[in-house]
């Protein structure tokens, strides 16, 4: 029998745009490993510039999609968040404590573009919150008391407390300063969550926020774990904003991680073969440097050296053939990871490289097979900088390209080598061992 995946339950509006309300709910259960349900409450024509039109569901429809998923998922836990009327409310407080759904309440007054998005009192709202997740300007309204500091969020959670809500996580990005901290009121007690401030607006971060902790609540952490967990997701995706529209705001997009790990995953498996091929002739061994061969891949989006996919260890000479030791991974190589993701931000087909060792043969038959053919010398290098880095700016800059073959004589200390660059760590595989024919077979 399958195994049934944890659920969540979200009761908010859509925005056309995509970038908020139920969609962007959504797709953070689905990034986090929860199947998610939805409520509608309110349909929006909206873009990333405004809010053009609101068209409320009626709260006997909203009743009616409570009762249906209610009844039959297993739903626990649930998150509210746009609202627009009190008959709406009203009917998700009602079907909340009819099924015993503990609810996160996001508070949504505004929206980014400062739009109004609810109207009246969250008198009942609040009394039955498990965690409400007020910003700034919604918890000086919660509480009515004004926010300029770490100690008046305190105050104000407290207040909004008292009114109701088991915890309040209260999300300082309004007030000034170069750290933005985030508040817990939790049985009394606070506990404060530090970050570097980022510069953009982005839009949907409330969403994005509360769907984290009401999944991760909805996997079973207690709410001071969950809060920590969807912290650090939102962060994680904060910086990394999507420019899909024409108005200044950015967009997050939750799923981002998971298509990240797609395609990890198969930079890890196009690196091991490509090594398994090179490992498959023993004559490759006369290619080998001392330091050894390493094989990577640059995965699609990776900008960052820990993101590049090689080889742990090394391909190494053994009793004179070829031996793979370790695995691919993220990180898994420094120097040709370098040579391969600065090659990318100039050529972004070039996401593959290994490095062999160097000989005047193997340089002329890169020049007999076409092959673009690039030189530096170490000497030439200015200090403080990066050699692979440098290099491959350096040759860019001369020949208007990236080469596919960079030569390196080496220096004090550093082995002279030819590195391959291609598309694909099969690509680089396959073309070093046809170097290796047309070495064996021109010059013995």
């Not at 968040?81 to 609810?103: D, P």
Request: net charge positive; charged share 25%; with cysteine.
């Amino acid at each position: 029998m399958m195994e049934r995946p944890p659920c969540a339950l979200t009761i908010a509006g859509s925005d056309s745009g995509g970038g908020a309300g139920i969609q962007a709910d959504l797709a953070t259960f689905r990034a986090l490993g929860v199947h998610g349900a939805c409520v509608l409450t309110a349909l929006t024509a909206q873009n990333t510039r405004g809010v053009r039109g609101i068209l409320e569901v009626p709260p006997e429809f909203v009743e009616r999609q409570l009762e249906a998923v209610l009844e039959d998922l297993p739903l626990e836990w649930g998150k509210t968040g746009m609202l627009y009327t009190e008959g709406v409310r009203r009917a998700v407080v009602s079907g909340a404590k009819r099924h015993g759904l503990r609810l996160v309440v996001d508070p949504v007054r505004r929206a980014s573009t400062g739009a109004e998005l609810s109207r009246g009192g969250m008198e009942e709202l609040l009394a039955v919150a498990e965690v409400v997740t007020p910003n700034v300007p919604e918890a000086e309204e919660l509480s009515g008391l004004r926010i300029r500091s770490l100690e008046g969020m305190r105050k104000a959670a407290e207040k909004i407390a008292e009114r109701g809500a088991k915890a309040v996580l209260l999300k300082g990005g309004h007030l000034r300063g170069s750290r933005v901290s985030d508040l817990l009121y939790l049985e009394g007690k606070v506990r404060v969550f530090e970050a570097p401030r980022l510069s953009p607006s982005f839009h949907g971060t409330g969403c994005v926020l509360s769907a984290a902790l009401t999944a991760e609540l909805a996997k079973g952490k207690g709410v001071e774990e969950a809060v920590e967990a969807a912290l650090a997701f939102l962060r994680g995706l904060l910086g990394r904003g999507l420019k899909v529209g024409r108005g200044e705001l950015l967009v997050l997009d939750p799923v981002l991680p998971l298509r990240e790990e797609a395609e990890r995953g198969r930079a890890v498996e196009e690196v091991w073969r490509a090594a398994q091929l090179l490992c498959s002739e023993p004559r490759f061994a006369s290619l080998l440097p001392e330091v050894g061969t390493n094989v990577v891949m640059v995965p699609a989006g990776a900008k960052e050296l820990s993101q590049v996919v090689g080889l742990s260890g090394r391909i190494v000479e053994v009793e004179g053939r070829p031996h793979l030791t370790g695995f691919p991974k993220a990180g898994g190589s420094e120097h040709v990871a370098r040579l391969v993701l600065t090659a990318s931000s100039f050529d972004p087909s070039l996401r593959a490289g290994l490095n062999l060792r160097f000989s005047p043969s193997l340089v002329r038959a890169c020049r007999r097979l076409g092959l673009e053919v690039g030189e530096f010398r170490r000497e030439e290098e200015p200090r403080g900088v990066k050699t692979m880095a440098w290099a491959v700016k350096y040759l860019a800059g001369k020949r208007g390209k990236v080469p596919r073959v960079i030569v390196d004589r080496g220096g004090r200390g550093k082995e002279a080598m030819v590195r391959l660059l291609g598309r694909t760590p099969a690509e680089v595989a396959e073309l070093a061992l046809r170097l290796l024919r047309e070495v064996e077979e021109r010059e013995g």
